[in-house]
């Protein structure tokens, strides 16, 4: 069991790692004393653990657990809204605790609701998946808007993440490798030292064995805790965990939230980050060879075809970053080393479009 401490400028709250974690939750919420709890968690969550978690909690607490259908459509308003009618309805108070039990749906939406309930309210979070790892620490809370990706939302830190790495033996395949993108995704703009572990170690899904694991999930959150320590509210630094989401996220929204998977975009937008880093900062990262491992996991390497560089500028413009018509792009000098580069939507259109046509083999001008 490992135990990593983030610190914001408010408060400090653990992030408690290990198998068999959750046998924590108890006395951390006698900590809280809570009046009541409500846990929150998906179909896909609750088949397998929801009763498991209840009776961790229901002997101490008056408990009510509300299961929303999984996938990313979830985090939408009406589904926003059916959480607070349903935590008024059971009477939760400024004293009652919510605790997300899932993946990073389930944390965003959750934590958003804890943070607009009666003004703010406890809440724990539990992740289920290795994509969580990200999500869960830090304090972004939010919901999806058809117009873009987490629109909508708020920084409300979490009192507490207890992350049972017992519940990743469960994960399809697909949802591990949409987290894997985002322990990629620390290494390349943090440590050059995890990239060259996870590039030799882990060449398919297939090698990723316990140990490996424990160790992705313990560096990744411990660079997250570090940059959100220096950064909470994504003035400045935070900016650089964004490495791939600009035109990762458009490529989801495009595709219709829950077509198209967080990692499996990312890994798009990552794709691009790089080459866009060799093309305009005179550097020489290894762009092929990441393409090709990226193949070799099962990711695309290339934005959907049926997707136009119009419609993907335009989703990227409303990209929270984006000011008076620059967009932002944090880019690569070197692994492990960001830089934010700003460029005008005539610029990246045409460099967009132009490592569009090299992708598919066709002669840019």
């Known amino acids: 069991m490992k135990s990593i401490l983030i610190n914001t400028t408010e408060e400090s709250y653990p992030v408690i790692v290990g198998n068999e974690a959750i046998n924590e939750l108890p006395s951390l919420l006698r900590s809280l004393s809570p009046s009541k709890v409500l846990i929150v968690t998906d179909t896909n969550v609750d088949q397998l653990y929801g009763n498991m978690l209840v009776d961790k909690v229901d002997k101490e607490w008056m408990t009510y657990k509300y299961v929303i259908k999984s996938g990313e459509a979830a985090k939408s308003f009406d589904m926003f809204y059916e959480l ?121 899904l297939e090698d990723i064995t316990t140990d490996k694991l424990q160790r992705m999930i313990l560096e990744g959150i411990q660079i997250k805790a570090d940059v959100v320590s220096k950064d909470e509210k994504e003035l400045g630094l935070r900016a650089i965990l964004n490495f791939g989401h600009t035109l990762g996220h458009a490529v989801e929204a495009e595709a219709g939230y829950g077509k198209l998977s967080h990692g499996d975009s990312i890994a798009i937008g990552m794709l691009f980050a790089t080459w866009l880093s060799n093309k305009t900062l005179n550097v020489t990262l290894p762009y092929y060879e990441l393409k090709s491992w990226f193949k070799a996991i099962g990711f695309p390497t290339e934005v959907p075809y049926s997707q136009t560089t119009d419609q993907l500028i335009n989703k990227m413009k409303k990209d929270k970053k984006t000011k008076s018509n620059q967009l932002t792009m944090i880019l690569l000098e070197e692994i492990g080393v960001t830089t934010s580069v700003l460029f005008s939507e005539d610029e990246l259109y045409s460099l967009l479009d132009e490592w569009r046509a090299e992708e598919r083999g066709e002669k840019v001008d």
């Open 84 to 204: 607070h009618s349903y935590a008024l309805k059971q009477e939760l108070d400024r004293k009652s605790v919510i605790i997300a039990f899932g993946g990073g749906v389930v944390g965003d939406l959750t934590g958003f609701v804890a943070a607009t309930y009666m003004r703010g309210v406890p809440f724990i979070q539990v992740p289920t998946t290795l994509l969580a790892h990200d999500s869960a620490v830090g304090g972004k809370v939010a919901i999806n808007h058809p117009e873009g990706k987490n629109m909508i939302g708020a920084f409300y830190q979490p009192k507490v993440v207890v992350y049972d790495s017992n519940f990743l033996q469960s994960l399809p395949t697909n949802e591990l490798r949409s987290g894997f993108a985002e322990v990629i995704k620390h290494s390349l703009i943090r440590s050059e030292s995890l990239y060259q572990f996870l590039y030799s170690e882990i060449r398919h």
